[in-house]
């Protein structure tokens, strides 16, 4: 996982995760795939999360990206909201396995 704010302090940490990704926030981001149903969706996910918390979410702090985890990779329990930082104001968080035989452990 990239650890650090952009800049000198920036680093790759494989302690915390290993796997293959690719950010798709914010919009636009990666040309040549039609994200448009998923910007869709999470629009939808923010509105509603608005509506039930009352508080808004800024589209531009968003962040995404869909990972891809090789046999062995992994993405451990962390804190990565560091005061000082944009990770700081995260209002909200979730992941979403696609794979079908996923198991919590």
Same mark, same amino acid.
């Given at each position: 996982?990239?650890?650090?704010?952009?800049?000198?302090?920036?680093?790759?940490?494989?302690?915390?995760?290993?796997?293959?990704?690719?950010?798709?926030?914010?919009?636009?981001?990666?040309?040549?795939?039609?994200? $448009?149903?998923?910007? $869709?969706?999470?629009?939808?996910?923010?509105?509603?999360?608005?509506?039930?918390?009352?508080?808004?979410?800024?589209?531009?702090?968003?962040?995404?990206?869909?990972?891809?985890?090789? $046999?062995?990779?992994?993405?451990?329990?962390?804190?990565?909201?560091?005061?000082?930082?944009?990770?700081?104001?995260?209002?909200?968080?979730?992941?979403?396995?696609?794979?079908?035989?996923?198991?919590?452990?």
């Amino acid at each position: 996982a990239g650890v650090g704010e952009a800049g000198s302090t920036k680093r790759i940490d494989n302690s915390v995760r290993r796997c293959e990704q690719c950010f798709v926030f914010p919009k636009g981001r990666q040309p040549g795939f039609d994200l $448009n149903a998923l910007y $869709n969706t999470v629009d939808g996910l923010q509105a509603a999360l608005h509506d039930s918390a009352g508080k808004p979410l800024d589209g531009l702090l968003t962040e995404g990206l869909f990972a891809s985890y090789p $046999n062995g990779g992994y993405y451990r329990r962390h804190v990565d909201a560091a005061t000082g930082t944009t990770s700081a104001l995260r209002a909200w968080s979730f992941l979403l396995y696609l794979n079908e035989d996923w198991c919590e452990e």
